[in-house]
C-alpha cells in the first residue's frame, strides 16, 4: 500500500495536457525526476547560474521581494490545518501540496456527493483570493469495465471537479484536471472497498506564479 501510495505521488504530475498554460508541461515525467516544477527558464539561465546550481541548493530561493518562495505556501498549510484538511507536503526547491483526502464516486458514476463538496467548499475557501495557486485535478477508476471506458469516466470525474469549483469563485486559470484510467492505483482492485478507493480524484496544490 505504502509502496503504490509513493509510486503514485511520484507520478502525481505525469499526465495529458493541461487545460490552459503549459504547467503541466514543466513537471516531472519519471519518479526519478523531482517531485515538484521548477517554474524556471532554462533558456533564461546563465552558464554561471547553472554551473552553480549545486553549491546553491541549500540556500533558500528568494521571490523578487526577498519574500521565500514557501511562505504563502506554508500559510496555506496553516489555513488547511485549521478547516481539518489532511494534507502531505512535498518538499524541494518549490514546496507542493497533496490533499490526503480523496473525492470518492459511486461506480460508473461521475456525480459529486455531498462528502465531496464539504471538501472542496474548504479547498474553495483557502484558494478564492489566492491567484498565484493552482489546483491539479487527477481522475482515477477501478477496473470495472474496459480501460477505453475507464479512462474516459476518470477524465469525466476529474472535470465534474473543476465544474464545481469554477462554479464557485475559482478560476479557469487556476485549475487543471486530467484522467489516469485505471492504472495508478491506490488499492486492491479485487475487493470492493478497494475498488471504492480507486474511484477517486486527487487534488495537489502549487504556486504557478508570482
Known amino acids: 500500500m505504502l509502496k503504490i501510495l509513493s509510486l503514485c505521488t511520484s507520478l502525481l504530475l505525469i499526465g495529458c495536457a493541461p487545460m490552459g498554460n503549459n504547467l503541466l508541461d514543466t513537471a516531472p515525467k519519471t519518479k526519478d525526476d523531482a517531485p515538484f516544477p521548477t517554474f524556471e527558464d532554462p533558456a ?10 549545486d553549491a546553491e541548493i541549500t540556500s533558500p530561493l528568494t521571490g523578487p521581494n526577498g519574500e521565500l518562495k514557501d ?10 490545518s485549521e478547516l481539518g484538511v489532511i494534507y502531505h507536503e512535498v518538499n524541494g526547491d518549490q514546496l507542493v501540496i497533496s490533499i490526503q483526502e480523496k473525492v470518492h464516486f ?8 455531498p462528502l465531496a463538496k464539504n471538501l472542496l467548499n474548504k479547498l474553495i475557501a483557502v484558494m478564492a483570493t489566492k491567484p498565484e495557486l493552482a489546483l491539479v485535478l487527477d481522475g482515477h477508476t477501478d477496473k470495472t469495465g474496459n480501460s477505453v471506458s475507464n479512462q474516459n469516466l476518470s477524465e469525466m470525474r476529474s472535470n465534474e471537479v473543476r465544474r ?3 462554479d464557485n469563485r475559482l478560476d479557469a486559470g487556476q485549475l487543471y484536471s486530467r484522467g489516469f484510467g485505471e492504472y495508478l492505483p491506490l488499492c486492491d482492485n ?3 472497498l478497494g475498488r471504492k478507493c480507486n474511484r477517486r480524484v486527487e487534488i495537489t496544490i502549487l504556486k504557478i506564479h508570482w
Open 44 to 53: 533564461n539561465q546563465s552558464p554561471e547560474k547553472s554551473e552553480s546550481v
Open 71 to 80: 511562505d504563502d505556501m506554508r500559510k496555506v498549510a496553516s489555513q488547511l
Open 106 to 113: 459511486s461506480s460508473a458514476k461521475a456525480e459529486l456527493t
Open 164 to 166: 464545481y469549483l469554477l
Open 190 to 192: 479485487e475487493t470492493m
